[in-house]
């Protein structure tokens, strides 16, 4: 019992710290990598626990794989300027920006 309270601490604090994060956006959110971490940390923990396995193996394992999935998930075409402009390119090269939920695409 004393492993899955120290595993219980240990996503609380991952969970925590990771909304101290700021992104190269100036937003304060964390990163896909360290969502994915925390999500499969507790993921983990929780299947370790029901199966009667290690929890902070299962924990340790779940992280590991929730960083590497939300880092190869990361959107990485999405830009922003001084000014605040946030503008992004499609596979093509081609700029464009939303406007709602439709693709505006634009000439700089």
Known sequence: MNLLKLAAMAITAS????????????ERRPS???QGAAI???GGAGVAAVTGGNVVTGAAIGAAAGAV??????D???FEDRSGYRYYYDDRGREYRYEGRRRVFTRR
């Not at 925590?16 to 100036?26: D, I, K, R, S, V």
């Open 69 to 74: 999935l939300g880092i190869v998930t990361e």
């Open 76 to 78: 990485r075409n999405r």
């Open 40 to 42: 499969g940390g507790a």
């Open 15 to 26: 969970i925590t710290l990771a909304g101290c994060t700021t992104n190269e956006f100036g």
């Open 32 to 34: 896909r990598g360290l």
